[in-house]
């Protein structure tokens, strides 16, 4: 099939590099010249393990292609999957500029047949949307011009793998023509038995938003049930432990920390209980979600302020700035916000990420990054790690703890042994847990 790409961000790039993959002709469209230049030379604009290698494959066997001309990229095409973003207004809204704009290039370019995919996440309704502006744009031809919704549900650091092994493919249409088109584009991954769900369009647009809700609203729950295991004296990994069990909660999203960001959840919480408020229903329980969140992030800080009674003049090191590890995305990521709340308060915050370090100094250049955790730690009245980075549960503690000015360790991702930091000698404060013989700092 001959498919079109229109944004090149995370999910837009993972989804060219992919169908090109799985033996798809592809172009990658952005309005971003810079960016198209930058794959054009072969090189992916961020970090996201698998990316490179496969477009270094889809370059080299002539499957894959980038420009930023429409005319150039859409003529021809069997499918034009809209990947553009869709960004939180101050409302909480999500800001659909974005998807009008790549529609009106779209159907200007439009010479014969092809479904225009919504894979970006928008609002239930935005289908309609997207057909009205077509027949605006190109009346002549808007009866060969089908819209369909197939929502991803990718997770940054695996988004290769969820893409070329899913649980699941959404597809929603409501043309017989537009299913056929999506159901051969797939067909390489559903021939090794990869379901495929097909829906109404409208259906397919509220179930993304309603999964992220869902998984944010999990990772909130076990955050809030933390929050009483330390005023009981209860065991939150054992909590929640006794809650995997059960086969109706499962025990995926139910490690308690400083909370979820990225770029998905946030926005889409916030975005989906725009979406209930403007089908006139009441939703409180999301905006309790991301309150519940926010607070995740202040426990934490006022873990550091207890342990060091003052932050001023205190030097708090930062270990893991993405939002989750194999990443570089900083978006709406705990550890800025951590790091933002510490320096109002007069503490200097240094910081290592593995991956993150560049994006993370664009946003907040105030910290004092370093190139190794250690050299990081140097002086630091606490550490905290706030990203569970492989690289991080292989620490040697001892030689941290000698760089160390205090020895308090806030353990924002609940990944080290109480009873084995406590014997180090360090003051450990975790998430949720009881720690063996603590004391202050």
Same mark, same amino acid.
């Given at each position: 099939?001959?498919?079109a790409?229109?944004?090149?961000?995370?999910? &837009?790039?993972?989804?060219?590099?992919?169908?090109?993959?799985?033996?798809?002709?592809?172009?990658?469209?952005?309005?971003?010249?810079?960016?198209?230049?930058?794959?054009?030379?072969?090189?992916?604009?961020?970090?996201?393990?698998?990316?490179?290698? !496969? !477009?270094?494959?889809?370059?080299?066997?002539?499957?894959?292609?980038?420009?930023?001309?429409?005319?150039?990229?859409?003529? &021809?095409?069997?499918?034009?999957?809209?990947?553009?973003?869709?960004?939180?207004?101050?409302?909480?809204?999500?800001?659909?500029?974005?998807?009008?704009?790549?529609?009106?290039?779209?159907a200007?370019?439009?010479?014969?047949?092809?479904?225009?995919v919504?894979?970006?996440?928008?609002?239930?309704?935005?289908?309609?949307?997207?057909?009205?502006?077509?027949?605006?744009?190109?009346?002549?031809?808007?009866?060969?011009?089908?819209?369909?919704?197939?929502?991803?549900?990718?997770?940054?650091?695996?988004?290769?793998?969820?893409?070329?092994?899913?649980?699941?493919?959404?597809?929603?249409?409501?043309?017989?023509s537009?299913?056929?088109?999506l159901?051969?584009?797939?067909?390489?991954?559903?021939?090794?038995?990869?379901?495929?769900?097909?829906?109404?369009?409208?259906?397919?647009?509220?179930?993304?938003?309603?999964?992220n809700?869902?998984?944010?609203?999990?990772?909130?729950?076990?955050?809030a049930?933390?929050?009483?295991?330390?005023?009981?004296?209860?065991?939150?990994?054992?909590?929640?432990?006794v809650?995997?069990?059960?086969?109706?909660?499962?025990?995926?999203?139910?490690?308690?920390?400083?909370?979820?960001?990225?770029?998905?959840?946030?926005?889409?919480?916030?975005?989906?209980?725009?979406?209930?408020?403007?089908?006139?229903?009441s939703?409180?329980?999301?905006?309790?979600?991301?309150?519940?969140?926010?607070?995740?992030?202040?426990?934490?800080?006022?873990?550091?302020?207890?342990?060091?009674?003052?932050?001023?003049?205190?030097?708090?090191?930062?270990?893991?700035?993405?939002?989750?590890?194999?990443?570089?995305?900083?978006?709406?990521?705990?550890? !800025?916000?951590?790091?933002?709340?510490?320096?109002?308060?007069?503490?200097?915050?240094?910081a290592?990420?593995?991956?993150?370090?560049?994006?993370?100094?664009?946003?907040?250049?105030?910290?004092?990054?370093?190139?190794?955790?250690?050299?990081?730690?140097?002086?630091?009245?606490?550490?905290?790690?706030?990203?569970?980075?492989?690289?991080?549960?292989?620490?040697?503690?001892?030689?941290?703890?000698?760089?160390?000015?205090?020895?308090?360790?806030?353990?924002?991702?609940?990944?080290?042994?109480?009873g084995?930091?406590?014997?180090?000698?360090?003051?450990?404060?975790?998430?949720?847990?009881?720690?063996? &013989?603590?004391?202050?700092?």
């Amino acid at each position: 099939m001959r498919i079109a790409v229109v944004g090149t961000g995370h999910v &837009g790039l993972i989804s060219c590099v992919t169908f090109a993959h799985i033996g798809h002709e592809v172009v990658g469209i952005d309005a971003n010249g810079a960016k198209i230049e930058t794959l054009r030379a072969g090189r992916s604009p961020f970090f996201e393990p698998g990316v490179q290698e !496969l !477009l270094d494959e889809g370059i080299a066997n002539g499957r894959l292609r980038f420009t930023s001309d429409y005319s150039e990229g859409i003529p &021809g095409v069997d499918a034009a999957f809209i990947c553009v973003g869709t960004p939180p207004r101050a409302s909480g809204e999500a800001s659909l500029v974005a998807v009008e704009r790549a529609t009106r290039e779209m159907a200007a370019c439009v010479n014969g047949p092809i479904v225009l995919v919504e894979k970006s996440t928008v609002p239930a309704g935005t289908h309609d949307r997207v057909t009205r502006t077509v027949a605006h744009e190109r009346p002549e031809i808007a009866d060969q011009i089908r819209v369909a919704s197939n929502p991803e549900f990718l997770r940054e650091g695996r988004a290769v793998q969820d893409t070329l092994t899913p649980e699941r493919i959404l597809v929603g249409a409501d043309d017989p023509s537009a299913f056929e088109t999506l159901r051969r584009i797939y067909e390489p991954l559903t021939s090794k038995g990869i379901p495929l769900i097909e829906t109404d369009i409208a259906t397919a647009e509220i179930s993304k938003h309603a999964c992220n809700a869902f998984l944010s609203m999990k990772i909130s729950f076990i955050n809030a049930v933390a929050r009483m295991c330390e005023r009981s004296g209860a065991d939150i990994g054992s909590v929640a432990e006794v809650m995997g069990t059960d086969s109706r909660i499962g025990s995926s999203f139910l490690g308690a920390g400083i909370g979820y960001g990225g770029f998905c959840f946030p926005k889409d919480v916030d975005a989906f209980e725009r979406v209930a408020h403007s089908l006139s229903y009441s939703f409180p329980l999301l905006r309790e979600i991301a309150r519940i969140n926010d607070e995740a992030i202040e426990a934490a800080f006022l873990k550091i302020r207890d342990a060091l009674w003052n932050l001023d003049d205190k030097r708090v090191c930062l270990l893991g700035l993405a939002f989750k590890p194999n990443t570089d995305d900083v978006r709406f990521a705990p550890a !800025l916000a951590l790091a933002d709340r510490l320096l109002g308060e007069g503490a200097t915050v240094s910081a290592f990420d593995p991956a993150a370090v560049e994006e993370a100094r664009r946003e907040q250049p105030r910290i004092e990054y370093a190139d190794d955790p250690y050299a990081a730690a140097t002086d630091a009245h606490v550490v905290v790690l706030c990203t569970e980075w492989a690289e991080f549960k292989e620490l040697d503690l001892d030689k941290l703890k000698s760089v160390m000015r205090y020895p308090v360790f806030v353990d924002g991702r609940n990944v080290f042994d109480p009873g084995d930091m406590t014997r180090r000698g360090f003051t450990y404060l975790s998430m949720g847990r009881p720690t063996p &013989g603590a004391r202050g700092a």
